[in-house]
């Protein structure tokens, strides 16, 4: 299922391979050959001699290549290829010939659509960000291989809106929730929740002394080069055990609230000099486009999205991230600050899930997203032994990999 190839500029014949997680509508025709754009797509092609291969924007799946003499080699993980693999930038096409590659790029940020400026009603807003949701979950369940769905659902309002979402569209689903502790956060939050839903029972997947001991290493291997930092050693190690369980469950596809936070401001130093002060359209275009650019700069560094991608893609679980969606993620750069306001705290998002689904944490001022580190207890004092055991792991890893 991964995406990996080698191709050989004088001597092999046409090969191909791709990942599409939408049915492409948009394309462009770009250096002799044709690419779909504004949606999640992933493609390797040798043809005539040349080599082509593209990471759309926002990049749900990362690629990587290396040329060695005529042999080009790509894949998804930089240390399986030979020589010094150089990544595909999302949004880029590298194109490769005797002598030499090239990055062309070719849709490599959102676009920065015009902020509405007719009045708009707070509960009209909701209405049409549910209908644009809908529509991005339904577009990437027609793409999932047959098998069962999956969910990760951390227990938040963005992974539980996926589920609700799936529900309206009649979807059978399993969530998947981690957790050091059956009375840690996440897992509390999902079953209180996705029972007041009517949804299913969220499978809750321990973490204890042993799978940390016998699977770190795994989880870290499959991350890949962004060295010992502990919030994301736990979250692999949280991404690695849930990969687990859905294969053993036999889920095909893994859907997850990844994304909201990025397009609705939740990046840390997006707005060092934007403030609350107005509703006017030139502050909603300086919010709109300090988005944009705090989200490439983001993707650039791949961290929690390659992260979930790598993991759960090794275990040949296709992954879906809908709040990426392209229409979606435009129609939100688009709105005035009545709407969504400068604040870190995704306060619009709030306001849907208290009209959306049960009442719920984030109906307190003090909710933030804890993701798949502090509310999976990896915090909690019980569970300290193994924020240390990982820390300690983590650095012989990074330190051997570093040393060789």
Same mark, same amino acid.
């Given at each position: 299922?991964?995406?990996?190839?080698?191709?050989?500029?004088?001597?092999?014949?046409?090969?191909?391979?791709?990942?599409?997680?939408?049915?492409?509508?948009?394309?462009?025709?770009?250096?002799?050959?044709?690419?779909?754009?504004?949606?999640?797509?992933?493609?390797?092609?040798?043809?005539?001699?040349?080599?082509?291969?593209?990471?759309?924007?926002?990049?749900?799946?990362?690629?990587?290549?290396?040329?060695?003499?005529?042999?080009?080699?790509?894949?998804?993980?930089?240390?399986?290829?030979?020589? !010094?693999?150089?990544?595909?930038?999302?949004?880029? +096409?590298?194109?490769?010939?005797?002598? /030499?590659? #090239?990055? %062309?790029? &070719?849709?490599?940020?959102?676009?920065?659509?015009?902020?509405?400026?007719?009045?708009?009603?707070?509960?009209?807003?909701?209405?049409?960000?549910?209908?644009?949701?809908?529509?991005?979950?339904?577009?990437?369940?027609?793409?999932?291989?047959?098998?069962?769905?999956?969910?990760?659902?951390?227990?938040?309002?963005?992974?539980?809106?996926?589920?609700?979402?799936?529900?309206?569209?009649?979807?059978?689903?399993?969530?998947?929730?981690?957790?050091?502790?059956? !009375?840690?956060?996440?897992?509390?939050?999902?079953? +209180?929740?996705?029972?007041?839903?009517? /949804?299913? #029972?969220? %499978?809750? &997947?321990?973490?204890?002394?042993?799978?940390?001991?016998?699977?770190?290493?795994?989880?870290?291997?499959?991350?890949?080069?962004?060295?010992?930092?502990?919030?994301?050693?736990?979250?692999?190690?949280?991404?690695?055990?849930?990969?687990?369980?859905?294969?053993?469950?036999?889920?095909?596809?893994?859907?997850?609230?990844?994304?909201?936070?990025?397009?609705?401001?939740?990046?840390?130093?997006?707005?060092?000099?934007?403030?609350?002060?107005?509703?006017?359209?030139?502050?909603?275009?300086?919010?709109?486009?300090?988005?944009?650019?705090?989200?490439?700069?983001?993707?650039?560094?791949?961290?929690?999205?390659?992260?979930?991608?790598?993991?759960?893609?090794?275990?040949?679980?296709?992954?879906?991230?809908?709040?990426?969606?392209?229409?979606?993620?435009?129609?939100?750069?688009?709105?005035?600050?009545?709407?969504?306001?400068?604040?870190?705290?995704?306060?619009?998002?709030?306001?849907?899930?208290?009209?959306?689904?049960?009442?719920?944490?984030?109906?307190?001022?003090?909710?933030?997203?804890?993701?798949?580190?502090?509310?999976?207890?990896?915090?909690?004092?019980?569970?300290?032994?193994?924020?240390?055991?990982?820390?300690?792991?983590?650095?012989?890893?990074?330190?051997?990999?570093?040393?060789?």
């Amino acid at each position: 299922m991964r995406i990996s190839g080698s191709y050989n500029l004088k001597t092999s014949p046409k090969i191909s391979s791709s990942d599409f997680q939408i049915q492409p509508t948009n394309f462009i025709d770009l250096e002799e050959i044709r690419l779909p754009i504004s949606g999640p797509f992933a493609l390797a092609e040798g043809k005539h001699g040349s080599c082509y291969i593209y990471s759309s924007y926002p990049s749900e799946i990362p690629l990587y290549f290396s040329v060695i003499k005529n042999e080009v080699h790509w894949g998804e993980l930089k240390g399986k290829l030979p020589g !010094n693999p150089e990544r595909v930038k999302p949004g880029y +096409l590298a194109h490769i010939k005797p002598g /030499g590659y #090239k990055l %062309v790029p &070719v849709q490599n940020q959102l676009p920065a659509p015009a902020i509405r400026q007719e009045k708009v009603f707070i509960k009209d807003a909701i209405a049409e960000y549910w209908e644009l949701l809908l529509v991005a979950v339904q577009r990437r369940l027609a793409t999932c291989p047959p098998g069962k769905i999956a969910v990760s659902c951390s227990g938040g309002v963005d992974s539980l809106l996926i589920c609700q979402a799936l529900m309206v569209l009649e979807i059978d689903f399993i969530p998947f929730t981690a957790c050091t502790d059956y !009375n840690s956060w996440d897992i509390q939050n999902a079953i +209180l929740v996705l029972e007041a839903m009517s /949804g299913p #029972k969220p %499978v809750a &997947v321990l973490i204890d002394n042993d799978f940390v001991i016998s699977h770190a290493q795994e989880a870290m291997s499959l991350y890949e080069y962004l060295g010992p930092t502990d919030k994301y050693n736990q979250a692999a190690i949280s991404y690695l055990a849930i990969a687990k369980a859905a294969e053993i469950a036999g889920c095909s596809a893994i859907f997850n609230g990844h994304g909201q936070d990025d397009v609705h401001g939740n990046i840390r130093s997006i707005y060092k000099e934007l403030k609350n002060e107005d509703d006017s359209y030139k502050q909603a275009q300086m919010w709109r486009d300090e988005r944009i650019r705090a989200l490439k700069e983001m993707l650039y560094l791949w961290n929690d999205h390659k992260l979930f991608s790598s993991i759960f893609r090794h275990y040949g679980i296709h992954v879906r991230m809908p709040y990426f969606d392209w229409d979606l993620a435009t129609w939100a750069l688009s709105q005035p600050i009545s709407i969504i306001p400068v604040d870190k705290t995704k306060p619009f998002v709030k306001k849907a899930a208290n009209l959306l689904l049960p009442p719920g944490p984030w109906n307190h001022s003090t909710y933030a997203s804890t993701g798949y580190t502090k509310g999976a207890g990896w915090e909690n004092p019980k569970s300290k032994h193994l924020s240390d055991l990982v820390e300690e792991l983590s650095r012989k890893f990074f330190n051997l990999q570093n040393s060789q």
